[in-house]
């Protein structure tokens, strides 16, 4: 994995934590977030598994959904698309020539994440929890 692909991935730090009620994923209170589980993924290639630390991302992030902002340890990345359901809630952005989405799901905190570009993708788990 390149520095460029590490620093991307750390500057978005897509990632998650815990859990709580319902209503608190429904994207009206903020979130922080803990990445526990990572993939690195290369077309033609089977996933590797890692960990957030190895791939870049940061222990934590903070979703501020009024800001429609993920703000990470190092930099902030904007949100452009906002879409919520029942089930989830998902973002979506781009940022330093890659697209990243985030999946929250609405009972649990539970998240999922990817970071992609045209050489593969990165898969973050994780669990959310409001601030």
Same mark, same amino acid.
């Given at each position: 994995?390149? *520095? =460029?692909?590490?620093?991307?991935?750390?500057?978005l730090g897509l990632a998650v934590a815990g859990s709580a009620v319902g209503a608190d994923f429904d994207g009206s209170k903020p979130l922080i977030c803990a990445p526990v589980e990572a993939l690195d993924c290369s077309a &033609?290639?089977? %996933?590797?598994?890692? !960990?957030?630390? +190895?791939?870049?991302?940061?222990? $934590?992030?903070?979703?501020? $959904?009024? @800001? @429609?902002?993920? /703000? &990470?340890? @190092? /930099?902030?990345?904007?949100? =452009?698309?906002? +879409?919520? =359901?029942?089930?989830?809630? #998902? #973002?979506?952005?781009? +940022? #330093?020539?890659?697209?990243?989405?985030?999946? *929250?799901?609405?009972? =649990? &905190? /539970?998240?999922?994440?990817?970071? !992609?570009?045209?050489?593969?993708? $990165?898969? #973050? $788990?994780?669990? %959310? !929890?409001?601030?």
């Amino acid at each position: 994995m390149t *520095i =460029s692909v590490r620093m991307a991935v750390a500057a978005l730090g897509l990632a998650v934590a815990g859990s709580a009620v319902g209503a608190d994923f429904d994207g009206s209170k903020p979130l922080i977030c803990a990445p526990v589980e990572a993939l690195d993924c290369s077309a &033609g290639e089977a %996933c590797e598994k890692s !960990t957030p630390d +190895e791939v870049g991302a940061p222990a $934590f992030l903070r979703i501020d $959904f009024q @800001k @429609k902002i993920v /703000r &990470g340890t @190092k /930099r902030d990345s904007p949100v =452009s698309v906002i +879409e919520k =359901s029942e089930s989830d809630t #998902l #973002l979506l952005g781009t +940022e #330093l020539g890659y697209g990243w989405t985030v999946a *929250i799901d609405a009972q =649990s &905190g /539970r998240m999922s994440a990817t970071l !992609t570009d045209n050489e593969g993708v $990165f898969v #973050l $788990f994780g669990y %959310c !929890t409001p601030l």
